[in-house]
């Protein structure tokens, strides 16, 4: 039988939302997997604005829709499931006739559970990718709904929509809090600093900036010069880019879980292995 190619190997992982499907892919590979999830999901805490937004779509008050992440819809999606159920067939039904604009597989992966698809998506999967796929239509008049990501404004977009003419209304259907305790994530960073970590996954920007925030910015990038850094996408490599950190490892295409653990894999497995830490 062949020999799990991640056999020995340590990787750190701080995904919250699909943390036990990430670490089995890894542990079944041979990975020792370091759980630290860095933040938390949590609804809006006020669903008035979600469901607001919601109605407004489900009475035809959008022409486009720019979906930033899965989650959103998600969060979208549960928010009236939970405060307005009745306001979910409607709803759904304009999701179909809005012209629907994506950054990034997630948000396109959760339209497709809908039976749905997008007709925009952005490339590349970021704030200014959808820019730059939006700068040569006619945005003139065109009422535009936008899902936020977390409870960010996105001035740039937002900026953008507003100079091209458009009348654009944002929601923010979840936030952003901490997950792991402090000492949970001080001991991460010092198996980081010992060398005891061979490869550490962020999935996500705000686990990079709950990182950064924990200790001293300089503190956190030696840690980090200790092992391999990957990202699972092109935005989470600039966030990096933006805190002094470079990441060696992102999936060439799909940036998924999938695509991540096998790139870990194969830049795992012929090189120099971390020193054990104890647990």
């Not at 007709?119 to 730059?132: L, Q």
């Not at 239509?137 to 929509?161: A, C, I, K």
């Not at 061979?198 to 990182?211: G, K, N």
């Amino acid at each position: 039988m062949e020999a799990q190619p991640l056999a020995g190997r340590t990787v750190a992982v701080p995904e919250s939302r699909e943390l036990e499907v990430f670490a089995a892919m890894l542990e079944r590979r041979g990975a020792r997997v370091l759980r630290c999830p860095l933040i938390a999901i949590h609804d809006a805490p006020d669903p008035a604005p979600v469901l607001a937004f919601a109605r407004t779509l489900a009475q035809g008050g959008f022409d486009d829709l720019i979906l930033t992440t899965g989650e959103g819809l998600k969060r979208l999606l549960g928010c009236i499931e939970r405060h307005e159920p009745a306001l979910g067939a409607a709803f759904l039904e304009g999701l179909k006739k809005v012209r629907k604009v994506t950054r990034g597989p997630k948000p396109a992966r959760a339209l497709r559970q809908l039976g749905l698809r997008p007709d925009i998506a952005a490339s590349p999967p970021t704030t200014a990718g959808i820019i730059a796929c939006l700068q040569d239509e006619d945005l003139h008049g065109r009422r535009v709904g936008v899902q936020l990501y977390d409870s960010e404004t996105n001035q740039p977009l937002m900026g953008f929509l507003a100079a091209a003419g458009a009348q654009a209304q944002s929601v923010a259907p979840y936030v952003y809090a901490q997950g792991s305790a402090a000492e949970a994530v001080a001991k991460l960073l010092e198996q980081l600093a010992c060398g005891g970590v061979d490869a550490i996954a962020f999935t996500s920007t705000p686990q990079v900036e709950r990182l950064f925030a924990a200790a001293q910015a300089d503190a956190v990038r030696a840690a980090l010069a200790n092992t391999l850094v990957a990202a699972v996408g092109p935005v989470v490599a600039a966030t990096l880019a933006r805190y002094g950190v470079e990441a060696r490892l992102m999936p060439a295409e799909s940036f998924f879980l999938k695509p991540l653990t096998t790139a870990l894999e194969a830049a795992l497995r012929d090189a120099p292995r971390s020193c054990p830490q104890p647990e």
